[in-house]
């Protein structure tokens, strides 16, 4: 069985599409998703697409990139958190990619994510790019490795990779690392202890190979399995196995 960790079934491209999205999970033996939150004013859809399918589960938080969106506070989180559905934080964290200083606003966010990790003890689903030297000293500051959490589809270095997984954070592989150029990532994706390893899609985007290019969903994520196994030279179903014990050891509020 895999899972996929990390992907965004409210989204219309797949919402509209939800029920043959489910079977095609089913097929391909992805037997858990969990949905990620991206803002306030969306959760209540997300958590409609959520809640009537034992085999799907939420998070809550305000994705990086939004900036001009309601903020949440760490109480109102924590208390959103305390749906049974909701089994995580995030997701969070910092990216100066495609915006500009000043930031301050997005690093204030993200020190209120990981305070609303701590307040309901649920792990954090981290995303960082273009940001890595800050992201890693705000999780220290606010003692993000606490609860824990996950680097969601990971692109930076090892060595970020080594003090996120100091801290009790997992590294989760997308659908990048089947393409042709990302080298380096292919090299970490063979240095990551399997204890440590999660998979994603982060759907509807980056369809791994050979679907690049096209609207992703959580059943290819047995490409980013497939590849990790490929690259590492061990069967496809030890990858599948680790990763899915891996999810449940993280999001341990998901009862198997």
Known sequence: ??????????????????????????RNQVG????????????????????????????????????DTPEPTPEQLAEMARHP?????????????????????????FRTHIRAS????????????????????IMREEGAEEFGGV????????EVAQAAMQMNFYISLSGIVTFKKATDLQD????????????ETDSPFLAPVPHRGKINDPSKVI?????IAELRGVPAADVARQTTDNFFNLFSKIKR
């Open 32 to 67: 858990h998703a969990l949905v990620v939150s991206v803002n306030m004013p969306q959760w209540p859809g997300l958590m409609d697409v959520v809640a009537p399918h034992s085999h799907l589960y939420a998070s809550v938080g305000v994705h990086p990139d939004y900036e």
């Open 1 to 26: 069985m895999y899972v996929d960790s990390h992907c965004h079934l409210d989204f219309p491209e797949l919402a509209e599409n939800l029920p043959d999205i489910l079977e095609n999970m089913k």
């Open 85 to 109: 559905k909701v089994v995580a934080i995030g997701e969070t964290g910092l990216d100066y990619f495609r915006l500009a200083e000043p930031l301050e606003w997005q690093r204030e966010r």
């Open 118 to 137: 701590r307040q309901s003890g649920l792990p954090l689903i981290i995303h960082t790019r273009s940001a890595s030297e800050d992201t890693l000293r």
């Open 223 to 227: 490409h980013v399995a497939e590849k």
């Open 151 to 158: 680097m969601h589809c990971f692109t930076e270095s090892w």
């Open 188 to 199: 970490l994706a063979t240095r990551v202890p399997m204890d440590r390893l999660l998979i």
